[in-house]
């Protein structure tokens, strides 16, 4: 049974995007979803094409792509090769290869990985992920070494990678429980509260810097300072989810209002998807105009949604400014209007219609006086089994995984089929039960089996890679990018200028925000969305080749991180050591120790650089002492050892077409801490 | 210019020279793919502008008047220079260059939702959790930018907007987004020193290799293909093309001293320079309130000096029929006009604007009904928008993706040249 749905489901994509006159069987539905059904079983069961009634969705268009049939074994990404894609149209799938073997061997399992907690409720994650990993014929990764498993829990808990002396106490602590340790001391640590204030402030109202003139600024730190508090009081997740649907009064005074009040435009519709998305795991965008072409979700139920928000009305108060003449922003506040009744839509045939207001099968009533946000955060917030906890459970979890239950994690339903069901409920239930508690949630995560695994993948699991759809495993770990926040907040614990007193956290809050709405991208319509360029992209390498958060990050200021590694005592192996560790977690390989010692030689063109390349830099003097960076530079080097300066000083030299590069070995160790910063291993979290 | 190259060498040479003596450190070869003094592409290279209109244009304002029904608003329509096709009254200019550009009536799309209509109409597909489609932008980058090995800037630029993901097309495919006043951010302005910039590039190279190996999948590679990307750029001549600010006031003043003209003069200066896919933004158009005031004022004037300066230009330069242009948002607004003198989401019955590329142009193919409230005749989807590209552009339309978990997916989503069109 629950293999025909799933097979169904696959056919069903593949069949229909555009025309969507598809309605499903009543089995999507039902209090639990499908199960989660292997793949193998999905391409070999024999049941899987009786039932044709599921498989209609296909039919509809003949002309479409069959699916997993043109699957070559060791598929790439992309088939450039038209012929080729044909050529290997009638080659099965590795996926269907698998499953024509026969039934699946025992994998053999060590015991699973314990880091030391105590909790019935990691036995029975790593159980249901075993499952899995059986079911799928198909072995774990080996468990990650105590520093790569640092490097990531600091990031996923706190948003920075961890200082070098913390790797150090942690490598050398012998403490078999060591790891539930450190996962504590993250969930009490104050960038706890920042990291996670920083994640949902985006989540609930972007990046975007917001309308100066209406507010925006502190509009948003008043969000801000209520999510701060929530989550420095680890404030049950329903308790918070409440506030931010029902929240009445002044943006300052009640900061939860803010969520709202950046959405309410164009009669709440925006309004309305965030908060099924965001709080439900819902995406319901599609039917504001029709039904949900894959699911059984109607037109009037995102009206119905919608009609929650009728009585919530954002009132802007201006005030004179005497400076300027003009009008600037006094306050927002969010009211309760007198509204009752339903709101209309206007169905594709052009006719309108009513939704009154409904959660599921409860009904608000529509007249003036029930407040129907209050009522709505009730209804979604009682229970044992609640979506909001659904929604967080399978967020958090790719948080932390880098794939969620289902991707994206705000796109549940039947529609889309979590991957491991049982794990998804039961993890949702004890999450109800545990108080919607937001960090014992996080505990269950960090001190589970997988969540401790390596993310070097092994010939047993490479085909457990969900980049190229399939359902996650969590055989590995799964490679994720750092945020823009998470990188600069990471640079400044690599750099150690949190220790400096140069910057403190609120102005690095500032200084951070200001520095990413480069990267911000709108999209010019009334509902303030966003993208970002920042992952992976050319003008994200470019900051980072060539910013001034990395040139300030290598220069050799004094004080400054470089610096104090230079004057501190140890050879060229210690210092290296020290780089790699503030910035990689590890020591380098004997390779790289080796080439970055050559790199530091580099001034001294110690077979590293060609003689053209010399010549071409005294004959053009590249460098030339000119530019703001190059003097910068000198100025910098002016504060530097006697030795240093004169060394600095022939540089600027330097700007004379006929001089001799004279270099200092200090480019070296800057060419070095560039390339540590500027490398894969820095930028993603694995 | 950035690399400093020895007399009588070219930096092609140059470079090349470089990694070979250099063994010592392994990897750096790939700073010898850079392509040292490329010509300036002088031969005719094909090549698509996309206008996207962020938030959804009332088409019925702008491309498909309904004078006379309680729908059609306060905008006179006017005469083209294609005979019979008319458009509002306040796109004087673009309707001058009627002959080379032509208008599809009768979009049909369904997609409502600003990410949802934005996703459709960008990639031809419906957004699925299972997969990530490429914009067309990335799909013609992946197509023309391969065959084009003198292209040292990106094969896909967007100005003043995001555009959509690359997909399962990789990030060497993703838009290159810049803003409309052609500064690149961090580009350098030639200070780099040769020596050191190898040296770090070597020890970038030990140590991402180092990453790539360990198997984590393809994120590492991928982060080394853009970096290497970044570096061609930061030392390419061909950046010249972004700084619109050299061109003659005139011309500038002709386009519309503004963002948006400024992202049309790009483009125009982008395709000469090789690049094949070039987005330009035009934002606020997701017009709920007060929607005639704002056209009349504010955007059309802006958007009618563009298009029509851009056509006009294109045709002196003789570019007109290699260069396709494609003027859509991710929905238009509806043929009622709500109770804010406001239109709202509309995806039913609408208008795209395509021209140049060679097609047959200065006609309005298809048609809504009195009202604007139906398509009738055949409706198209974005991708039969994107199939008419494809053909213009001399992309096969057989053309088939294998998506990353084995789907295989055709150009355009198997959509089909519109007939009027091609021919």
């Known amino acids: ?686 | 210019m950035s690399l400093i190259v020895p007399e009588g060498m070219s930096r092609r040479h140059f470079m090349q020279h470089m990694a070979t003596s250099v063994a010592a450190v392994p990897g750096l070869q790939f700073l010898s793919h850079l392509q040292a003094n490329a010509e300036v592409v002088k031969k005719k290279q094909k090549a698509c502008i996309l206008m996207w209109m962020g938030g959804g244009p009332p088409t019925i304002d702008i491309w498909d008047l309904k004078p006379g029904s309680k729908n059609g608003g306060e905008f006179k329509p006017i005469n083209t220079a294609a005979s019979g096709v008319q458009i509002c009254e306040h796109m004087p200019e673009t309707a001058k260059q009627f002959k080379n550009l032509s208008i599809v009536r009768s979009m049909s799309t369904r997609e409502a939702d600003h990410g949802r209509g934005r996703y459709f109409m960008h990639t031809a597909y419906v957004p699925n959790p299972t997969v990530i489609h490429p914009t067309f932008g990335s799909v013609v980058s992946h197509e023309l930018g391969s065959k084009r090995p003198e292209l040292e800037i990106p094969s896909f630029v967007s100005i003043d907007g995001g555009s959509e993901s690359p997909g399962f097309l990789g990030m060497t495919n993703a838009p290159f987004v810049v803003g409309s006043n052609g500064d690149i951010r961090n580009a350098g302005g030639g200070e780099f020193d040769a020596n050191r910039l190898n040296n770090r590039f070597a020890m970038l190279d030990v140590i991402e290799s180092g990453f790539i190996g360990s198997k984590r999948g393809e994120a590492p590679q991928s982060h080394k293909d853009v970096y290497k990307r970044a570096l061609n750029l930061m030392t390419s001549k061909q950046m010249e093309a972004f700084k619109v600010n050299k061109e003659d006031p005139k011309m500038l003043e002709s386009y519309g001293n503004n963002a948006f003209g400024k992202g049309c003069l790009m483009a125009r200066r982008l395709v000469e320079a090789g690049v094949p896919f070039i987005e330009v933004n035009l934002g606020g158009w997701d017009l709920h309130a007060n929607v005639f005031d704002t056209l009349s004022n504010q955007r059309l004037p802006v958007l009618d000096k563009g298009i029509g300066a851009l056509t006009a230009d294109l045709t002196a330069r003789g570019m007109i029929d290699d260069v396709v242009l494609v003027w859509m948002g991710e929905f238009a607004r509806t043929p009622r006009i709500n109770q804010d003198v406001g239109r709202d989401h509309w995806a039913a019955s609408w208008s795209v604007m395509i021209g140049g590329g060679g097609l047959k142009n200065g006609q309005a193919v298809g048609a809504t009904d009195k009202d604007g409230l139906s398509v009738e005749g055949q409706a198209y989807l974005p991708g039969d928008i994107w199939a008419t590209v494809s053909h213009a552009l001399g992309i096969p339309l057989d053309t088939v993706y294998t998506s990353k978990n084995g789907r295989p997916m055709k150009i355009a989503n198997s959509g089909n040249p519109i007939k009027q069109l091609i021919g």
Not at chain 1, 132 to 154: C, K, Q
Not at chain 1, 383 to 410: I, L, S
Not at chain 1, 556 to 567: C, D, H
Not at chain 1, 633 to 650: G, I, L, R, S, Y
């Open chain 1, 1 to 686: 049974m629950v293999t025909v749905i799933r097979q169904s489901h696959a056919k069903r994509f593949l069949g229909t995007f555009a025309i969507c006159a598809v309605t499903l069987g009543a089995a999507w539905f039902g209090s639990s979803w499908p199960a989660y059904a292997d793949t193998k079983a999905e391409s070999k069961s024999p049941a899987k094409a009786s039932d044709a009634k599921k498989t209609e969705a296909k039919k509809t268009e003949p002309n479409k792509a069959e699916p997993n049939k043109t699957d070559k074994p060791d598929k790439k990404s992309v088939d450039t090769d038209k012929a080729a894609a044909e050529k290997n149209a009638p080659e099965k799938g590795a996926e269907e290869k698998a499953g024509a073997e026969k039934a699946p061997k025992s994998i053999t399992l060590k015991e699973a990985f314990a880091t030391g907690s105590s909790d019935v409720l990691i036995q029975f994650i790593n159980e249901k992920v075993r499952q899995g990993w059986i079911e799928n014929n198909i072995e774990p990764s080996p468990v990650a070494d105590d520093g790569e498993w640092m490097r990531r829990v600091y990031l996923d808990i706190i948003g920075h990678v961890p200082p070098v002396e913390d790797v150090e106490a942690f490598i050398a602590d012998k403490d078999k429980a060591k790891r539930t340790k450190v996962i504590d001391k993250l969930l009490d640590d104050p960038a706890y509260v920042r990291n996670w204030t920083t994640i949902w402030a985006n989540l609930l109202v972007g990046r975007g810097a917001g309308n100066a003139n209406m507010g925006g600024p502190q509009r948003r730190a008043a969000l801000q300072k209520f999510l701060r508090e929530s989550f420095a009081k680890n404030r049950p997740w329903d308790a918070v989810v409440r506030d931010l649907v029902s929240a009445e009064g002044r943006y300052d005074q009640n900061g939860a209002v803010n969520f709202l009040m950046a959405h309410l435009n164009d009669g709440a519709v925006p309004a309305t998807a965030m908060t099924a998305k965001l709080f439900l795991g819902l995406q319901v965008q599609c039917t504001q105009c029709h039904n949900h072409p894959f699911n059984e979700w109607k037109q009037n139920q995102f009206w119905e949604y919608n009609s929650i928000f009728k009585q919530a009305r954002e009132v802007t108060h201006q005030k004179y400014d005497e400076k300027t003449g003009r009008m600037v922003f006094d306050y927002a506040e969010l009211v309760k209007q007198e509204a009752e009744g339903p709101v209309f839509f206007e169905r594709r045939n052009g006719l309108m219609q009513v939704a009154y207001p409904r959660y599921e099968q409860y009904e608000i009533k529509p007249d003036a006086d029930t407040n129907r946000r209050q009522e709505f955060a009730k209804l979604i917030t009682q229970g044992e089994r609640t979506q909001v906890a659904d929604a967080m459970v399978n967020r958090m979890w790719g948080h932390f995984f880098g794939y969620g239950f289902t991707k994206p994690v705000d796109d549940m339903g039947p529609h889309n089929p979590a991957s491991h069901p049982e794990l998804l409920e039961k993890l949702s239930v004890e999450f109800v039960k545990a108080k919607y508690d937001q960090k014992q949630l996080i505990r269950w995560i960090c001190n589970s089996e997988a969540y401790n695994l390596t993310s070097k993948m092994s010939p047993k699991n490479e085909v457990d890679n969900p980049a190229n759809g399939e359902r996650p495993k969590f055989t590995h770990m799964y490679v994720k990018s750092l945020s823009a926040e998470q990188l600069y907040d990471s640079l400044i614990i690599a750099t150690n200028a949190h220790k400096s007193g140069r910057s403190n956290w609120e102005q690095a809050e500032q200084q951070r925000r200001m520095w990413m709405q480069q990267f911000v991208v709108a999209f010019g319509t009334d509902e303030n969305d966003e993208s970002t360029t920042f992952n992976g992209t050319i003008p994200q390498a470019l900051m980072m080749m060539n910013g001034e958060l990395v040139q300030n990050a290598i220069s050799l200021e004094k004080g400054g991180y470089l610096r104090s590694v230079l004057e501190d005592k140890g050879g060229d192996d210690e210092k290296v050591k020290e780089m790699y560790m503030s910035t990689l977690s590890r020591v380098p390989t004997k390779k790289e120790l080796m080439a970055a010692k050559m790199v530091i030689a580099g001034g001294n063109v110690q077979g590293l650089v060609p003689k053209e390349a010399k010549s071409a830099k005294a004959s053009g003097g590249a460098k030339a002492g000119k530019g703001p960076k190059a003097s910068k530079e000198a100025n910098n080097a002016k504060e530097m050892a006697d030795a240093m300066e004169m060394a600095n000083a022939a540089k600027t030299a330097n700007a004379a077409p006929k001089a001799a590069p004279v270099k200092t070995p200090y480019d070296g160790y800057q060419d070095l801490f560039w390339a540590l910063l500027n490398s894969n291993e820095f930028i993603f979290n694995h």
